[in-house]
């Protein structure tokens, strides 16, 4: 099952066009486990702090 992406797609395609480069259609997914895997992180770092709020500090 794919997850929920947390990316508009059109907004990173316009980053990286902007830099004279072209965006591969599996980037963005890519991009997407990258944005889930580093908020992942941040809640357990948060839950072992005993915090429920995550915090820029987290990630």
Same mark, same amino acid.
């Given at each position: 099952m794919? *997850?929920?992406? !947390? ?13 004279? !480069? =072209? %965006? ?6 890519? !991009?997407?486990? %990258?944005?889930? %895997?580093c908020? *992942?992180?941040? =809640? ?14 987290? !990630?």
């Amino acid at each position: 099952m794919a *997850k929920e992406s !947390l990316l508009v797609s059109s907004k990173v395609k316009n980053v990286i066009k902007s830099e004279g !480069l =072209m %965006c591969a259609s599996e980037t963005i997914d890519a !991009l997407n486990d %990258c944005v889930h %895997c580093c908020i *992942k992180k941040a =809640m357990d770092r948060a839950k072992a702090n005993g915090r429920r709020t995550v915090q820029a500090k987290d !990630l």
